[in-house]
Structures are given as C-alpha cells and as structure tokens.
C-alpha cells in the first residue's frame, strides 16, 4: 500500500463517493478502488460523504479510516441530498483530478483508468456513458433517455446524453464549480456549463448487489426540476406559446361560430357546460404556469437566504492532512470593512 500523503503533499487523485445507507457493500467498495487507485501509481485519497444514513454506514466509514490513512470521511449533520453529497466531497478533495463516483457498485471503478487515460491526453471533464444498465426497469429507462434528450434540446448547455456524475474533472474544473454556490444543484449540467475540453468514456453499468436505491420516482422528478428550471428559461416560455396558440384558436373560432349560426340558423354552444369547461380549462393552464412561475420564484428565495450548502457534523481521517476551509465560506459573517481603531 502507498504512504498516505501529507498536508504538503496533495494527492494525484480525490475519488468522491457520497454514501446513504450503503453499509453492506461499502467494504467490497473500498476494495475495488484501493485496487484501482493503487495500479495506477500515483498518490490518491478516497473521500466518503455520509449524506445522512440511518444504517450503520457511519461506523463501517469509521473502520475503513481508521484502517487505511488513505480513506478520509465527512460526516453530515442530516440528509442534505446527493448532489450536495457530493459537492462537500469536491469542496474537501485536493487532488489535481477528482473522481466522482457512486458508493453502490453501479458505477465499476475498474473504469477510473479510462477516465484517467483520457485526462492524460489534455481533457479536463472526462464524463461516464452508460452503455447499458441492466436490472432496470422499462420504465426506468425508457424515462432515463426521455429526460436527457429533452434535457438536451432545452436547456442553453448541452449536457451528454445518458451520462451521471460519474465522471473525472480536472482540477481547474473543480475549483470552477465549487465557486457557484447555488442550492438547487445539478452537478452534471454544472461541469458542462463550465466548458473546458470534454470528451466521454463507454461502460456497461453493473446491477445493484447491496441495499436499495436511495434514488426513487420522486427524487428523479425533483433532480429533472433541477436541471431543467437550473439551466433553462423553456418551461417560463411556455405561457407565451400556450398563450399564442389560445389567441390563435380564439380568432379562428370567432367566425367560425358566427357563419355556422348564419348559416344553420341555430344556436351553438348552448348551455352551461361549455362555459364551465372552457373556464376549467383555461383556469387549470393559469394555475399550472402560476406554478412554474413560482418554482422560479422559491429558487430566488432560496439564494437570498444564504444558507450553508451543509452542515458538517464531524470529519475523520483529516489529521494528517489539515481541514479545508472552503466549507465555512458561507457560514462565516463578512468582515466588517471599517473596524474600531485601536
């Protein structure tokens, strides 16, 4: 095993892993990377980012650190969500490339090399593809390509199409999207709106051995939100196109009724259910876009607050590497720029 570096040495490498109740697999986990990381050579950390479990994942992350110095663990005061799991692990890594990764063997890190082949010749995102995804649902991957194609079509980044955050970034990349502090975070769409040189990388998504998903239907609708109100003003345009289209049929069937009644000599439309539908209709396509409108609205809110991203409850394994600060940033009060004179 290579020494564990010191607080003057950064690592080569940051492998991130946040974690939610993944205490059987996180053994065979940690197996599989010190592997990885040690054919390739070079000086790496592995970075664990309790997001919260309710398991005995904590105590399993506990052991492994204090085992290998190479393992370093955050702990979070509460479930804050994946992806600010996994932006504390890149506010702490050091290294000049940092690997993202999930914890639950999904995601094999016998790919890092690849990613690290690819950053060798000058890339500075070198992004997963998933080539296939066994033991998923139809429908979990029918609405998989579903959302990355009108991802794609409708947000102003083009964010790779089948692709998680299992991905390689170079340092500068790092420290680019670590500086945007927003709350309602998409890391994905994130490094690419960053820019820098990218490329992908193909490889088969193994089946899920240990635990369950902590990824549900609802978390999948909330994180498309994310990305869509994130990186897109599409769904705001919406009301101006519904509001088109309404005018368009409201002109349209304005003569239309009138030569119909001149012509048949009858009245159309009697009654009131038609009135109440045409009401009902067009008062559910106000209470829709009043919704998206304040979607946009509670973003803005959460912004103005300034809250922390997350809490940190404890750290291990940090002892011989020093503490990075970037996570007080924001919990910190601004100096204030005309001090007492002496």
Known sequence: MQEPTSQAQAPTYSV???????AEGLPEFYRRVRAVME????????????DGSRDNSLEVM?????????????????????????????????????????????????TIPALVAKWREGYEVVYAVRNKRPGETWFKLFTAKLFYRIIYRITDVHIPVDTGDFRLMDRRVVDAVI??????????????????????????????KYGSTSYPLRKMLKLAWDAVTGFSFFPLR??????????????????????????????????????????????????????????????????VRGRPLYIVADTFGYEDAGKPQRHRIRMTQPADPNPPSA
């Open 39 to 50: 054919g390739l050579g070079e000086t790496w950390e592995l970075i664990l980012v309790n």
């Open 179 to 208: 500086n945007m502090r927003e709350h309602n975070r998409f890391i994905r769409g994130m490094t690419s709106w960053v820019g820098f040189r990218q490329t992908g990388v193909y490889y088969d998504r193994d089946v899920r």
């Open 16 to 22: 991130v892993a946040p974690v939610y109740n993944e």
């Open 62 to 110: 506990r052991q492994l650190s204090a085992a290998d110095p190479h393992v370093r663990v955050i702990d979070f005061a509460r479930n804050f969500g994946h992806q600010i799991a996994v932006t504390a692990g890149m506010d702490y890594a050091r290294g000049d490339a940092v690997i993202i990764i999930d914890s639950d063997l999904q995601d094999p890190p016998e």
């Open 238 to 303: 919406l009301a101006i196109y519904a509001a088109f289209v309404l005018f368009v049929l409201s002109v349209l069937a304005i003569p239309l009724v009138a030569v119909l009644r001149l012509a048949t000599g009858e009245q159309l439309f009697e009654g009131q259910a038609t009135a109440i539908t045409v009401v009902l209709l067009l008062g559910s396509a106000q209470f829709f876009f009043f919704f998206v409108l304040g979607q946009y609205v509670a973003r803005i809110y959460d912004e």
